[in-house]
Each structure stands twice: as C-alpha cells, then as structure tokens.
C-alpha cells in the first residue's frame, strides 16, 4: 500500500496542537511500519532529522504560496494519486482521490459558533460535513469528538476511530529547583491556582474568576492565566474587574516550553474548567506534571482525567468554588491526585495513536471506494 501523506503543515517552525499532533504520529508511522510505503507532499522543504528515516518513503514538495490544497495537492491526486491519502491536519483538496483517512479533531465551530469569524466558521462547516460524506474512514481525538460527529453530522460510527494525543516527555514532575525558577521568573505568588490555555469564550474564564472570588481561600493565593486571547476576552476583563481582582490575577500571555513542566508541578492546582474541549491537552500535560486538577464534567475532559482530577460542573460556580476551597486546602487529596495523573498520563501514548492510525489505513486500503464496504474476502477455494 503506498500512503500519500498531507505533511504540510509539520515543517512549520511555530506549530500548533493540530501541527504537533500531526508530527508526533507520523513520526511514529515512519519509525513503525516498514511494510507499507509512504509519500510525504510538503509545502516547505523537510529539515534534517525531522522525521525518521523510512525505506520506502519518499518526498514531493508542492510550491505555491497559496491554494496549495485545493490547487496543488488536488493536481497531484489527479497526476500520481496514492491508494490512500492520509490528511492529519488539514482539509481534503478539492480532487480527492478514492479513498482517504482524515482526521477531524472537533466540532467547537458548532457549539461556540460567535468565538469564529464568520468566514472561518463556514469553511470549517464546509470541510467537516465534506469529509463526513466522501473520506473513506474519519479519525478523531476522544470519545466525546466521535459521539459530536455522529449527532451533529451524522457520521457512521462504524468509520470513526479514535486515536488519542499524548504529550512531550518534557512534561513530568518538575524538581524543586525547576519550580522556583519557573516561579520566579513569572513572578508568581506560592501557592496559586493555574490555568493555561488561549483564552476564548468556551474555556469558561469569567466563571472561574468568579468561583475564585467567592472561594475561602488565603488573601495570597493568586490565580494565574497563561495563555494568548484569540477571541472574546472582554468578560474576562470585565469579571476581574467587577471583583476586584486585579492585584490577585495574574496575566501570562506567553510561557515558554522550558517552564511548562515547572508552572504546572508548582500549581496548588490546575483548573482546566471549560465548557468544551475536543481533547484539552493542557489537563493531560497538568496530570504528567503530578499537578492536581480541577477539571470540567464536559466534552472530553472527564474521558481524560478519569479518577485523577476532582470533576465539576462547569456552569455551577458554586461547584467550581467548592473544587478550589477541596484542592488548595486538602493536602492528602493533592498527594493522592499527584500520584494519580501521571500514572494516568502515561495511558496516553503516541505510538498507540499511530498504531489506529495504521489500522485505519489499511482499512481504508480494504474498502471498496464506491461502496465503503470491505471487499469481499475470497474462500481457499475460489
């Protein structure tokens, strides 16, 4: 089977979770498998020692500055297409070949539709119900991404596997001298109560703020938002203000990497109380980091922490206050939750990803490309 691969997105110097994810599974794809070749389309040339060695994979870059999907890649599809095309983070070109694997991470468009630009809303609307009805197999990141595509799009469950991300071995319970340096180095008060990830509307920030203010806390707890705001901050601004609250928040537009594990271990707790996530990678790099997590009983979150966060309801701030007062206060709960998520973590595993993302693939080889069905397997006779 030769594998077309959209890796357009994976030599991008900046990547984003999607991006990340992309890399990570193809990384272990190429390292893994050497009985199916592979054909990577890029956008920019291929650093050295990006991806791993494969002996039968080979390369086509696609330069146009733009439309390189719908104009670039569909030419290709048409000219030399592979048996399967594997999109991980991206959008099927316009000229898709028979069968192909794309992976659709989640459907917040649909549920928090004012935090898109009405252009980008429809795109992504367009490109989801596009590949719910012609990819040959669809993957996504959670349990909770697969019930969405199936009520929402009415996708065939039967196509729909999940492969779930994992996170960076740099995540893990940082040293003391790694939490004071990521401390001080932000300024941040001991203890505090953390939540990184960017601020939009459906990670549910003012409510936290307001859970924050009512909680019986010690005057010195501060709350610390890392994060860059894409959309909709003002509420956030708003309910810091209305509280008071300006001298006990603390704003990080940006964290780099090497402090990540250091802020997360440091925390009295991480409070990833969102309205939906697709997956919220930043409660799984909290549970790495032994960090006790208060966590929202939406979308996928509770899949993820399973017994290793305290869950609440996140449209009750009372329950939210009552999460703080419980994890800043109880420090046989925080030793308990800080065994239990990294231990919980590490079910999370990228090779495990590649491993359905292969099965898929080849399921997708095995189907026929009118039908979707498998092909009929042939007796020992015939």
């Known amino acids: 089977m030769l594998v077309g691969v959209d890796a357009s997105r994976v030599t991008r110097a900046q990547r984003t979770g999607t991006e990340n994810y992309s890399l990570h599974v193809l990384r272990e794809l190429l390292a893994a498998d050497h009985d199916n070749a592979y054909r990577l389309y890029l956008s920019a040339a291929l650093p050295e020692g990006l991806l791993p060695r494969h002996p039968h994979a080979t390369t086509r870059l696609i330069g146009l500055p733009r439309l390189w999907t719908h104009v670039g890649l569909s030419r290709e599809m048409r000219r ?31 549920l928090f539709p004012r935090a898109h630009a009405f252009s980008e809303r429809l795109y992504l609307e367009w490109s989801i119900r596009r590949h719910v009805r012609i990819a040959t197999r669809l993957l996504t990141i959670s349990e909770a991404s697969r019930r969405d595509l199936v009520r929402l799009y009415g996708a065939d469950p039967a196509r729909i596997d999940v492969a779930y991300p994992a996170v960076d071995q740099r995540f893990r319970p940082a040293s003391a001298e790694e939490i004071d340096r990521a401390r001080r180095r932000h300024g941040l008060a001991d203890p505090y109560v953390l939540h990184l990830g960017t601020i939009k509307p459906r990670k549910n920030l003012p ?25 909709g901050g003002g509420p956030l601004e708003e309910a810091i203000r209305a509280r008071g609250l300006e001298q006990r928040v603390k704003r990080l537009a940006y964290v780099p990497d090497a402090d990540l594990a250091g802020l997360f271990s440091g925390a009295a ?11 919220g990678m930043p409660a799984l790099e909290a549970l ?64 495990a990803a590649a491993r359905v993302t292969r099965d898929a693939l080849e399921a997708a080889f095995q189907t026929d490309a009118h039908t979707r069905a498998p092909f009929p397997r042939r007796s020992a006779a015939s």
């Open 80 to 110: 030399d297409p592979p048996d399967v095309l594997f999109v991980p983070s991206h959008v099927l070109p316009l000229r898709a070949p028979p069968r192909s694997v794309v992976v659709v991470y989640d459907v917040g468009h649909r």
């Open 207 to 231: 409510r936290l703020v307001e859970a924050f203010a009512r909680a019986d806390l010690p005057r010195d707890v501060q709350l610390v938002l890392g994060g860059m705001t894409t959309y």
């Open 269 to 279: 707790c991480v409070a990833i109380v969102s309205l939906y996530e697709g997956f």
């Open 288 to 351: 790495a980091c032994g960090a006790p997590l208060l966590a929202s009983n939406r979308g996928s979150l509770p899949e993820i922490a399973s017994e290793a966060a305290v869950i609440v309801d996140p449209l009750n701030v009372d329950a939210i206050k009552a999460g703080l007062e419980r994890l800043t206060g109880d420090a046989s709960l925080r030793d308990e939750l800080q065994q239990r998520g990294p231990a919980r973590a590490a079910d999370f595993k990228w090779s």
